[in-house]
């Protein structure tokens, strides 16, 4: 296990910026998520700690140690990319046995150390195939193994799962989780998809611009963006308008709540509200209708015109949504467990 900083990293192609002053600390054994749209600098983050890209300005340390003039082979990661990047004449345990041989590793070890490897990542049955006779699943599990098999000082993952169909990707990334917590290595886990990130990162750093907006574990992110794009990235959520009060209150959706930031009299200012945490009443008139009723198992998720709010996004439990239908008049509030609001905006 490693500690790894990349400090004040500056990157650009041409007039391009990639990365600006990208800071990044990461504990050793801890799992980081790197998380944005395409073009924020996340894989390239990713490519200069790997050493594939050399950092125009900044440090890249690992273990305190300066890595800027060290090749990718001298650094000792392991890396999986989303192209499986298997030699395509070698079998499974082939494949598992390169990085060994490369590190001299004697027959009797490797043998150890491959039979592992098969087991944790429930390659029993595949061992003996060519890439050419796995499915995507059982080929990425191929590339983890030989990844982890090295004992690497840091694990870097580029989008593993991003080729993989809904149900395998959702599989594989547990098992990614459960394999970086039984081995204990220090991870990078670069995706665009918010749900992985938030299921196994211990933090998750969301990028935009070649910046760090926000890094922070998974619920505080959610919970307590920094930002009007860390909220509007992570999740749906409802950016409205919140009054101060003299006594620092704001007052939204008809409560009186505390914010994250206290209010002053009459102030404006916009708050980040997740759709769970809004109730809707069926009234006679409430200023607001129904525009769509969408039933997704356990939740039912209600689009609602609202005329003083505009278009607000509710997730109802679906045993309490079943009556809503599209054109029916509601009420739309603040649910009476939520204790405090997250501002967004700049107040005005």
């Avoid at 917590?181 to 990162?201: N, W």
């Avoid at 009459?266 to 009723?293: C, K, N």
Wanted: net charge negative; charged share 25%; aromatic share 6%.
């Amino acid at each position: 296990m490693a500690n790894v900083d990349m400090i004040g990293i500056r990157k650009a192609f041409g007039a391009s910026v990639a990365l600006d002053d990208f800071t990044l600390n990461i504990a050793s054994g801890e799992l980081v998520c790197l998380l944005g749209p395409s073009g924020c600098g996340k894989t390239t983050a990713l490519r200069i700690l790997a050493g594939f890209e050399k950092a125009d300005r900044g440090e890249v340390r690992v273990e305190g140690r300066d890595l800027a003039n060290e090749p990718p082979e001298k650094r000792l990661f392991g890396m999986v990319f989303q192209d499986y990047s298997l030699f395509p004449n070698m079998t499974a345990r082939q494949n598992i046995d390169f990085g060994l041989k490369v590190q001299k590793k004697s027959a009797t070890e490797r043998t150890s150390i491959i039979d592992r490897m098969i087991e944790v990542t429930a390659l029993q049955e595949h061992a003996d195939k060519f890439p050419h006779q796995m499915s995507g699943g059982q080929k990425q599990r191929v590339a983890l193994a030989r990844a982890i098999a090295t004992s690497p000082r840091v694990l870097l993952l580029d989008e593993p799962l991003s080729a993989l169909d809904a149900k395998v990707r959702e599989t594989l990334r547990d098992e990614i989780r459960r394999l970086q917590l039984e081995i204990g290595v220090t991870t990078v886990f670069v995706t665009h998809d918010q749900h992985e990130a938030l299921a196994i990162a211990d933090r998750v750093g969301v990028m935009s611009n070649g910046r760090l907006e926000q890094l922070a574990p998974p619920r505080e992110l959610y919970e307590n963006p920094a930002n009007a794009f860390v909220a509007g990235f992570i999740g749906t959520v409802n950016r409205l308008a919140a009054i101060g009060r003299s006594d620092g209150r704001w007052d939204i959706l008809g409560r009186t709540v505390p914010g994250n930031r206290p209010a002053h009299e009459f102030i404006t200012d916009v708050a980040a509200i997740r759709p769970e945490q809004l109730a809707i009443d069926p009234v006679t008139d409430g200023g607001a209708s129904v525009v769509s009723v969408s039933f997704l198992g356990p939740i039912t998720r209600v689009i609602i015109e609202d005329v003083q709010y505009g278009r607000v996004f509710a997730d109802i439990i679906s045993a309490d949504a079943s009556g809503l239908a599209p054109g029916q008049s509601v009420r739309v509030r603040l649910r009476d467990d939520v204790g405090e609001i997250v501002l967004i905006g700049e107040g005005e």
